[in-house]
């Protein structure tokens, strides 16, 4: 099970950190996404982190997010500076390979997806 968490309403310009913790299971051997469901229901990858330590960031967030993993192998962490009105959405984790999958969230299948953690920007 994944569960996000730090979620918040904020203005332009603020910063938020979301929390990615998985129960049951660690993150080991494990790429870790980001996705962002704009309120229109249009999905993008924000960013991920591989079992190396390499990271990726979409044009949108560069420069103002950072991904990161805890120092307990369950945890990745999202820091949001310099929030836009547009990074508006819901923002869910996913853990493992992913499958293309026209019926699921985003359009991707993966092993674990969490509930997801709402961000407002105003």
């Known amino acids: 099970q994944l569960v996000e968490s730090g979620g918040d309403s904020v203005q332009a310009g603020g910063s938020l950190r979301l929390s990615c913790t998985a129960s049951?299971?660690?993150?080991?051997?494990?790429?870790i996404n980001w996705w962002h469901q704009a309120p229109g229901n249009e999905c993008e990858l924000v960013s991920s982190?591989?079992?190396?330590?390499?990271?990726y960031y979409s044009d949108s967030v560069k420069g103002r997010f950072t991904i990161s993993q805890g120092n307990a192998k369950n945890t990745v962490y999202l820091q949001m500076n310099s929030l836009k009105p547009e990074d508006t959405g819901v923002y869910y984790c996913?853990?493992?390979?992913?499958?293309?999958?026209?019926?699921?969230?985003?359009?991707?299948?993966?092993?674990?997806w969490g509930q997801g953690t709402q961000v407002t920007v105003s």
């Open positions: 982190i591989s079992d190396d330590g390499s990271t």
């Open positions: 996913a853990a493992g390979l992913s499958t293309y999958s026209p019926m699921s969230r985003c359009q991707y299948e993966y092993p674990h």
């Open positions: 049951g299971f660690t993150f080991d051997d494990s790429d």
